[in-house]
């Protein structure tokens, strides 16, 4: 089993920024590419971002391109999101997982751990 704990989220005005944190234990990190994924209320669970094990491909939602930024340490086992231009719309629980597929996707059906989720709130 691999183990994902969230954490980072909190209240912030619109035009802020906030840096959510994955925790990884329990298997080798760096065999799972790595995804961010965020639902609000009434809401599908949505694709924010993706890495790959290696660290050196991303994918990104339009919806956050340019303004977010995902990365990853396979030294420390933990996945990082960057989150800067919040806007309201950006509210959400947001979510860690991990996926073992060879290439990273956007499809939630393809991650089989997740962590708790950790909320963000963008006030305007």
């Known amino acids: 089993q691999l183990q994902l704990v969230e954490s980072g989220g909190g209240l912030v005005q619109t035009g802020g920024s906030l840096r959510l944190s994955c925790a990884a234990s329990g298997r080798t990190f760096r065999n799972f590419n790595m995804g961010w994924f965020r639902q609000a209320p009434g809401m599908e669970r949505e694709f924010v971002a993706a890495i790959r094990w290696t660290g050196d491909n991303t994918y990104y939602a339009d919806s956050v391109k340019g303004r977010f930024t995902i990365s990853r340490d396979n030294a420390k086992n933990t996945v990082d999101l960057q989150m800067n231009s919040l806007k309201p719309e950006d509210t959400a629980v947001y979510y860690c997982?991990?996926?073992?597929?060879?290439?990273?996707?956007?499809?939630?059906?393809?991650?089989?751990?997740w962590g708790q989720g950790t909320q963000v709130t963008v006030s305007s």
């Open positions: 997982a991990a996926s073992s597929l060879t290439a990273i996707s956007p499809n939630p059906n393809y991650y089989g751990y």
